[in-house]
Each structure stands twice: as structure tokens, then as C-alpha cells.
């Protein structure tokens, strides 16, 4: 019987492939490493942890890529020692496989040399003890079968299961991983909305004396085109001696001509994290609930810090970190520890009795750690004189 022989050699480099992908052990292997990294990253995108799972993945990219290499060293080798999508035809009896290269150069395989035998729909494999592999289309080929049958049966491939395997693995991969992207499910989803709302500014000068409140303000304006009415009701800065600041966090709220909330922006700092400032913005849209409060406009506090001489104040502590906090308004009664009262254009008295409540909104420098040791500077802002 004779069979022409219709592999070409990107036909035969693609079943070389294709069989050492899927067509073997190794795709156990490569299935179970795959399935592995798809664990990590859904780890990743679930919780975060990058310390800890980053190299894991890593790993596992690196096991992966040392057996693509190995696949593809192999194949180069079947490619370089193979003769088969040369040959013309092929000829078959009931005791060998006869291939002809050409008109001087036949080869000749024993049927008891065949080890396996696999086929799909187009193609069957044969697999003979020397390692050769070799293809022969199943078009005009129906006789072969009854050589094959006849020596070694015919086995059918689990090509399919493995490709069905990974398309599977690659479907719940995607799937799980996805789920962590939506509506804050996870790490991921959170880092996406960091990246659609979150701005970052790189400033030089960190020094609380020269940039003062109104310079952390700057940096939002910047940025953002801030709504015509401003407030907060929470400003934290830590800095150190010499005015070099090491953290802070404010939020500042935005509302329209006619007072209705529009944007939240929350602007923070953390120089053992990043040099640079971060800007989150909130769109409230028509479901802020927050009212304007015109004592906590964000004006008085950027007045009541430029007016406040922080320099000074601290030098009385000598420690090495300080802290100013604004929480909004409060009242301490008649209590006059660390009172001082500033009015609006700045002039700050410390006052000795109190014939009213102190209430107002309240700017505390103070020692972070060393509040019960070292009563705070409590600054209130009174526009007309309540004590004496």
C-alpha cells in the first residue's frame, strides 16, 4: 500500500507542538503549575499581600518558562533530526513502514519498532522506539489501519481532555480574578478605583514652615478644580523639628453655588511610603448628606495657620515630633488648659478666665505620644473676645 505523504514541515512542527504540550505527561505538569499561578494571582487581586505573592508568581513564571524552553529545544531537535515532511510517499506492508526521502534514500521502520500509536479526526501518530515521531495523514489511508490494529493498537489521544483542561483552568482563572475587580470585591478593585481616581504631585519643599497649610491646599488646586465652597472638619499633620513633614491627611469637601455637595478629596502623605502626594477624589453626586457648616470653612483653617506661628510655638517642647490635628468644632467649657484664642485678624491672647464656653473651631499643636505629659496648644478661633 502506498500513501502520499502530505506533511509539510510547518504542519509537522506544529504536531511536534502540539504533542509536547498536550499530548503527554508534561501537560499534567504544566496543567497543575498553570492552575497554581491562576491560585496567586486570584490571591493578588483578592487581598493583596504583593510581598508575599509577587515571588510566588515568579516562581512559577520562571517553572513554566524553563519547560517552554525544554518544548521548544525538543521540537528544534525533531525539526533538525527529522526527515519525514521531506519524504514524497509512504509505503506500508504487514512487516515494515517504508518512507521514500527521495530516489536514493528510503527509510525503513519494522513494525515490532513501533511503541505507540495515537490518532485524532485528520492524523494519526506513530511512535517508534528509536523516539521518532511521525504523521500520516488519515486521507486515502484507511488500510493503514488494519496494519496498525494488527501490531499495536490504536490509542486515542487525551489532546482534547488537556486543551479542554486549560481552556477551563483559563475561563475560572479569568472568572474568580474578575469578580475582585467589581464593586470593591477585593485588592483589585480597589486599585483600579485608585488609578481612575487617585492623582499624584511630587513636591520638593515638605517643610511645614515654608509650605505652610495653604501650600498642602495649593497642591489640591492644582490638581483639581475645586468646587467655589470648601470645608473640613479634619486636618492631621505630623512634622519634625526643623519643619520637615513627615505625614498628613485632610479631608476636604466641595460644595456648589447653592451649597449642595458635590466632591469629597481626600489629600494624604506618608513619606516612609512615597515622596509624593496623593489626591483621592469622591464624586458624591446627589448622595452626600453632609451639610455646609460655614464655621468649619476650610478658609478659616488656612487663615488660623497662617496667622499661627507653628516655628515658635513648638520650640517650648524640644521635642523631635510634633503634630497639629482640626477636628471642627469644640467646646471646652470653661476649661482654659493649653488655651489660646485667636480672632479674625489673627491676634492671639491666652486668656485667664473664661466667662463663656470656648467653643469654636480648634486648631491643637501638640506632642504626638506625650499628650498627658505636655498639655497641647489648643488654638480657638473666637472672632470677638468671649474671655479675659
Known amino acids: ?28 505538569i504544566i496543567l497543575v503549575i498553570y492552575c497554581l499561578g491562576w491560585r496567586i494571582l486570584y490571591s493578588v487581586a483578592k487581598a493583596g499581600q504583593l510581598k508575599k505573592n ?10 513554566l518558562l524553563i519547560i517552554l524552553i525544554n518544548v521548544i529545544i525538543t521540537c528544534h531537535a525533531h525539526m533538525k533530526n527529522s526527515f519525514f515532511f521531506n519524504a514524497s510517499s509512504v509505503m506500508a506492508d504487514n512487516n ?4 521514500d526521502v527521495d530516489e536514493n534514500n528510503k527509510i525503513t521502520y519494522q513494525w515490532d519498532s513501533l511503541t505507540k500509536v495515537k490518532e485524532n479526526r485528520k492524523w494519526y501518530f506513530m511512535f517508534f522506539n528509536d523516539k521518532s515521531f511521525f504523521p500520516i495523514s488519515k486521507d486515502n489511508s484507511d488500510e493503514l489501519r488494519d496494519y496498525l490494529e494488527a501490531f499495536k493498537p490504536v490509542k486515542r489521544t487525551y489532546k482534547k481532555i488537556s486543551i479542554l483542561a486549560f481552556v477551563l483552568a483559563t475561563a475560572c482563572g479569568i472568572y474568580f480574578v474578575g469578580t475582585c475587580a467589581v464593586n470593591f470585591n477585593g485588592h483589585l478593585a480597589w486599585k483600579i478605583n485608585e488609578l481612575k481616581t487617585d492623582k499624584k504631585a511630587e513636591i520638593k519643599d515638605m517643610n511645614l514652615y515654608t509650605l505652610k497649610f495653604q501650600g498642602i491646599i495649593n497642591i489640591l488646586k492644582d490638581k483639581e478644580k475645586t468646587e467655589p ?17 513627615k505625614s498628613f491627611e485632610t479631608y476636604i469637601y466641595g460644595f456648589d453655588n447653592d451649597y449642595n455637595l458635590k466632591s469629597g478629596y481626600l489629600l494624604y502623605y506618608d513619606r516612609s ?19 455646609y457648616n460655614s464655621q468649619n470653612d476650610l478658609s478659616i483653617v488656612i487663615n488660623m495657620l497662617n496667622k499661627i506661628n507653628v516655628k515658635d510655638d513648638v ?12 477636628k471642627g468644632i469644640r467646646d471646652f467649657g470653661y476649661n482654659l488648659d493649653g488655651i489660646r484664642l485667636i480672632d479674625k485678624d489673627g491676634n492671639i ?25 505636655i498639655i497641647p496648644h489648643r488654638f480657638v478661633y473666637m ?4 474671655a479675659h
Not at 509577587?54 to 516562581?59: D, E, M, S
Open 1 to 28: 500500500m502506498i500513501i502520499e505523504n502530505k506533511l509539510t514541515k510547518r504542519k509537522y512542527r506544529n504536531l511536534v507542538l502540539s504533542e509536547l504540550l498536550f499530548g503527554s505527561f508534561r501537560a499534567i
Open 349 to 373: 491672647t491666652i486668656p485667664k478666665t473664661a466667662e463663656d464656653d470656648i467653643k469654636g473651631p480648634t486648631i491643637s499643636i501638640y506632642c504626638p505620644g506625650r499628650e498627658q505629659a
Open 383 to 386: 472672632p470677638g473676645s468671649q
Open 273 to 291: 511610603k512615597s515622596s509624593k502626594v496623593t489626591i483621592h477624589k469622591q464624586d458624591w453626586g446627589s448622595k452626600g448628606t453632609i451639610k
Open 315 to 326: 520650640k517650648v517642647w524640644n521635642e523631635p515630633t510634633y503634630a497639629i490635628m482640626y
Open 229 to 245: 465652597n470648601l470645608m473640613t472638619n479634619s486636618v492631621d499633620i505630623k512634622f519634625e523639628k526643623d519643619g520637615t513633614i
Open 96 to 99: 515494515q513502514l517504508v518512507i
Open 54 to 63: 509577587i515571588p510566588l508568581f515568579l516562581g512559577v513564571c520562571f517553572i
